[in-house]
C-alpha cells in the first residue's frame, strides 16, 4: 500500500515571499502521478500541479513549481510570490495510473500568507 | 460544465438515524469516487464507480455504508444507524481520465 506524508502540519509566510512545502511518499510502483491539491477554508479542493512518475522534468504552473526526486520518493512545492489568495491547507496526493483518480492523500500542510 | 455538486452541504442528525448525501458529477464523467475526511486529515477513499458498476470499496465502508449510481450519473452515499464518528466532510469526485474534480463536500454531524 502506498503512503503519503506531510511533516509540517503548519506554515506560514510574509506575501511575495517564496514557500516550499514538503511531500514524502513510499511506493514500489515503477509508474505514478503525484499531485497537489489546494483546499482554501470552507471552500472545495483543486488541482494546483501535477507530476508524472516518469518524466524527469519537474513540473511547472505559473507561480508552483516542485521539485521532484523519485529516488528520494520526495515531492516538495514550491510557491513563489506567495499571494494572500493562497492561504489554504495543502495535501500531496499519489495515484496509480490503472486507479485513475482515486489518490492516497497526505494529511495537509496549512499554509498562511501574511500581509 | 458546472462542476461537481453536492447536496446537502451540511447535515446534522441524530445517532442511530440513517442519513443519505447525493453527488452530481461532471456530465460525462465516467469515473465517480467518494472520499471522507476527517478533521486536520487528508481525504481517504472510500469507494469508486465506473459508470454504473461499483468496482472498488475501501475496507473503511462498514456494512452500514452503501453506495450506488443507477445510471451512471449522480450517485448517493447512504450510511445507516449513524454513529458520532461517521461525523466527517464527504467528498466526492468525478474523473473522465487522471485528473479528479472535487466537489464541495457534505459535511455531517452526528449528535
Known amino acids: 500500500a502506498q503512503t503519503v506524508t506531510q511533516s509540517q502540519p503548519e506554515m506560514s509566510v510574509q506575501e511575495a515571499e517564496t514557500v516550499t512545502l514538503s511531500c514524502t511518499y513510499d511506493t514500489s510502483e515503477s509508474n505514478y502521478y503525484l499531485f497537489w491539491y489546494k483546499q482554501p477554508p470552507s471552500r472545495q479542493m483543486i488541482l494546483v500541479i501535477r507530476?508524472?512518475?516518469?518524466?524527469?522534468q519537474n513540473a511547472t504552473e505559473n507561480r508552483f513549481s516542485v521539485n521532484f526526486q523519485k529516488a528520494a520518493k520526495s515531492f516538495s512545492l514550491k510557491i513563489s510570490d506567495s499571494q494572500l489568495g493562497d492561504t489554504a491547507m495543502y495535501f500531496c496526493a499519489f495515484m496509480k495510473p490503472l486507479n485513475a483518480g482515486k489518490s492516497t492523500f497526505g494529511d495537509g500542510t496549512t499554509l498562511t500568507v501574511k500581509p | 460544465d458546472t462542476g461537481v455538486s453536492q447536496d446537502p452541504r451540511h447535515k446534522i442528525t441524530k445517532r442511530g438515524q440513517n442519513v443519505t448525501f447525493r453527488c452530481d458529477p461532471i456530465s460525462e464523467h465516467n469515473r465517480l469516487y467518494w472520499y471522507r475526511q476527517t478533521l486536520g486529515q487528508g481525504p481517504e477513499f472510500l469507494t469508486y464507480f465506473q459508470n454504473e458498476a461499483q468496482l472498488e470499496k475501501s475496507r473503511l465502508l462498514s456494512d452500514r455504508f452503501s453506495a450506488e449510481r443507477p445510471k451512471g450519473s449522480f450517485s448517493t452515499l447512504e450510511i445507516q444507524r449513524t454513529e458520532q464518528g461517521d461525523s466527517a466532510m464527504y467528498l466526492c469526485a468525478s474523473s473522465a481520465s487522471v485528473q479528479a474534480y472535487f466537489g464541495p463536500g457534505t459535511r455531517l454531524t452526528v449528535t
Open positions: 507530476q508524472e512518475a516518469y518524466k524527469q
